[in-house]
């Protein structure tokens, strides 16, 4: 008879916020899956909990996932666990929960703290629709260009970021995003958690004002205002709109640029495709 494998959340920070079901179903498998061993470790032996411990992250999830689910179908249940919060959300196990189902094993979650949804419960922001859209791209025209696709999106959008990259991402957010509210969950369930609200370029101005920034980020940004006005007509379309008033083709391109907060060469990459 196959095992079954659990997906287990576990905190992001506090470590009283794992569940009871969590530690019962961590004392009783058979192997743990785990996106760090070393992190894993320190939670385990926290609670006082030994047990085989295999790696499964980014690099090796893909050879892996066959032999835990060669073991999965042997008969041994596997809790899969990332670094902190519920696996699968920006982390590896997509691919694992994927095969399991493929071969005919039960798969469990077992529920538990997430960044996402914690920082949406204390932002102040409308929680009857969100979208969570994990972490921003790395480059600046990457997320302008994912930043101006959701630009019109009527809900609550979600994203992680890294310290590193923060103050250039709100550089982003304030030229798509204009004066949009945005807030900042920074260390949530941590010692120095602190929220952050303002516009981007408020609260880059007082990120930048610090000695380093530290701490790992989920920013917040608020759906558009009833009196903010939005043009979600598509790049392209604005463009060629353009074009048919006469406007020559550059010249259209950089009117389109400046208006949606983009550099010439995306807008041009985005007409080009």
């Known amino acids: 008879m196959a095992g079954t494998l659990y997906i287990v959340a576990t905190p992001i920070g506090n470590l009283e916020d794992i569940t009871l079901r969590a530690l019962r179903v961590l004392k009783e498998a058979d192997l743990i899956a785990c996106e760090d061993t070393r992190q894993t470790h320190k939670l385990l032996a926290h609670f006082g909990i030994s047990k085989p411990m295999v790696s499964y992250h980014e690099h090796n999830e893909a050879a892996r996932t066959a032999e835990l689910v060669e073991k999965l179908q042997a008969g041994a249940n596997v809790a899969l666990v990332s670094d902190a919060g519920t696996p699968l959300l920006s982390d590896p196990?997509?691919?694992?929960?994927?095969?399991?189902?493929?071969?005919?094993?039960?798969?469990?979650?077992?529920?538990?703290?997430?960044?996402?949804?914690?920082?949406?419960?204390?932002?102040?922001?409308?929680?009857?629709?969100?979208?969570?859209?994990?972490?921003?791209?790395?480059?600046?025209?990457?997320?302008?260009?994912?930043?101006?696709?959701?630009?019109?999106?009527?809900?609550?959008?979600?994203?992680?970021?890294?310290?590193?990259?923060?103050?250039?991402?709100?550089?982003?957010?304030?030229?798509?995003?204009?004066?949009?509210?945005?807030?900042?969950?920074?260390?949530?369930?941590?010692?120095?958690?602190?929220?952050?609200?303002?516009?981007?370029?408020?609260?880059?101005?007082?990120?930048?004002?610090?000695?380093?920034?530290?701490?790992?980020?989920?920013?917040?940004?608020?759906?558009?205002?009833?009196?903010?006005?939005?043009?979600?007509?598509?790049?392209?379309?604005?463009v060629q709109a353009l074009e048919d008033q006469g406007v020559a083709r550059m010249d259209a391109i950089k009117q389109v640029a400046k208006a949606r907060g983009l550099s010439k060469s995306e807008v041009y990459r985005l007409v080009a495709k």
Do not use: W
């Open 93 to 238: 196990g997509y691919r694992l929960v994927n095969a399991a189902i493929a071969s005919n094993v039960t798969v469990v979650p077992i529920p538990g703290p997430a960044a996402a949804i914690t920082a949406l419960a204390a932002a102040g922001l409308a929680t009857d629709a969100f979208r969570f859209c994990g972490f921003l791209p790395p480059k600046s025209s990457q997320r302008r260009r994912l930043l101006e696709e959701l630009r019109s999106e009527s809900c609550t959008l979600i994203f992680y970021e890294t310290p590193h990259r923060i103050l250039d991402a709100l550089e982003d957010v304030a030229a798509v995003m204009s004066n949009r509210k945005v807030v900042l969950a920074r260390e949530l369930t941590k010692l120095h958690e602190e929220f952050l609200r303002g516009t981007a370029s408020e609260l880059r101005a007082q990120l930048a004002e610090r000695p380093s920034v530290k701490g790992e980020f989920t920013v917040l940004i608020a759906k558009p205002d009833a009196s903010e006005e939005t043009d979600d007509t598509p790049v392209e379309e604005a």
